[in-house]
């Protein structure tokens, strides 16, 4: 990002209004409205922002915290700087950009029971940028299962039922922007607006958050995105996954209507669930092939399948949607995932 043109008060960089506006003081500094957050976005993607420019930008929309308007405008920015291919027929798109730190991704074992059962899922998400944690990618390389270099490559496994994109795969730039954390000390709108970008434009998308006050920012993105139906809550370490020791808020938003939050109960009795010292993913694969039965780890697979379904329409009540899920689940294929 070296841009070498003359810049002075008489010629300001044409970025620099886009800082102006979020460093003005308590009482000018503002918002981005929908269109200008989609511009200065755009311009940060094209390469077209100076370095100090975008640690400023980053840092004071960290400060004064995301809207919907900034939060959808980001997304639709970088969906129109991805490669132009023919979109494939898809019915979940799934973001995994947090990591776990203190229980398995158990959510892997409810999409894997979603495509067997004829769902087509397309995950993407972003690894190491926070020690300790144990990312999707490594866990799915691990197993086996493809992970897409290219927007076609992922395209053609989405079509076949699963596919995950690595962040870099849908823009390089924004990878860069999400491994700055340790360097600006703080996460970054990048961090948030990711999980909407919804690359294949599925007409479902699950979302996990960490922070349960940007629950109606993130119901309210996709409103403006007009997705037709999207679910989040603050799921285990801000994946989507449910905590089934614990009840859970849903905000369910369908297209431009108003969102809908409901509690699903917890599904285990004992509150506060010790964390798993060891992080071991071939766990995952015990639970999946029936070697072993851990209740959290059954229970997260099971209420995180569930309040998919539901969010999809396949099931029209929580306990429709519980009930489903134990049918995929005793309907899956042991010998493979996905």
Known sequence: MNIQRPYSADNPHPFAPYVAILARGKTKQRPFT??????????????????????????LLRLKEETPEE?????????ENFPDIVPPRVDLDWSSY???RVQLPWFLLSLSALVQSGARVVMHGAEGHTPGRVYTRDVLTRFGVPVATTFAEGAAQAEA??????????????????????????RSPVNSFTRLLNPFAAPTVMQGIFHRGFLDIHAGAARILNIPNMAVFRGDGGETEMRPNKPCPVWTTHHEGAPVAETWPATLDDGHAPPDTVMNPDLLLDLWQGHAEPPYGREAMLSTLAVTLATMGRA???GEARALAETLWGDRDKTRLF
Request: net charge negative.
């Open 316 to 318: 029209g009540s929580p």
């Open 34 to 59: 929908f269109d200008e957050a989609r511009v200065s976005m755009g311009m940060i993607l094209r390469d077209e922002a100076l370095p100090e420019q975008i640690g400023a930008y980053l840092m």
């Open 71 to 79: 939060i959808a405008g980001f997304a639709t920015a970088t969906r």
């Open 98 to 100: 947090a990591g776990k």
């Open 161 to 186: 039922g699963f596919a995950y994109l690595p962040l870099e795969v849908l823009n390089p730039t924004l990878r860069d922007l999400i491994e700055l954390k340790p360097v600006l000390g703080l």
